[in-house]
Structures are given as structure tokens and as C-alpha cells.
């Protein structure tokens, strides 16, 4: 049987692992977690998990990135693309923008800036 979480396609014989349980002490879904976090397959959850919240709760893991999704070769399948800054020198703007934004405003300063917007 194939399920679909978020978009990605679930098949028979792919696998599931989920993180050390991220979710805070003394709340619903940390219980729920608890119990549940020990699947290894779609068809184990299902069967672990609470029926109430057991769709939604899958969703929201592996949205979070809590539960994670092999296929057969043991690929992972729902690996969520990371985003890498990318360095580069600072310009003269930067630096302006830099000395700016470290001098807080005095009364005075503020007074006038509002004057000019009303103004405007």
C-alpha cells in the first residue's frame, strides 16, 4: 500500500526513523511521541500511534524534520534541502549599513525622523 506524507510517496517496504523525542515533557504529543517513536515502517505506526492524531502528528514530524523516510536501498527519501549562505566580502555599504544600525537614535533624532514622515 502506498501512503503520501507531505508530498512524498510512501511505498511497501520503505522505512521509517524517527529522532530522540523533541518534543516538551508533560505534554499530549511528547506521550504520543513516546509511544509511537519506535516504529520502523508506515504500517507500525499506524498501529502504535493514537487514530485521533495519528495523520496530523505524522505530517507535522516530517515536516519538522523529526521522522525520516528510506526507500528500499536504504536512500533517504524526504531529505529536505538544506540552504548554504554564501560568503562573500563586505562592501563599503555594508559597512555604512553597519554603523548605522549600531548607533541607536536620540530623542532629538527620532522627533525629526517622525516630523519628515508625517510631512511626506
Known sequence: MTHTINGT???DG??????ANPKRSGFK?????EIYQSATTIEEYIELADKKYAKA?????EAKGYLTIFDTDGEIVNAKEEIVAKEEEPTDDDEIVAQIT??????DELAEIMDEEIEE
Open 57 to 61: 502528528d505524522l505530517r507535522y514530524d
Open 9 to 11: 510517496k510512501v511505498e
Open 29 to 33: 504529543a511528547h506521550g504520543r511521541y
Open 14 to 19: 520503505f522505512t521509517i526513523e524517527f529522532i
Open 102 to 107: 549600531d548607533d541607536e537614535p536620540t530623542e
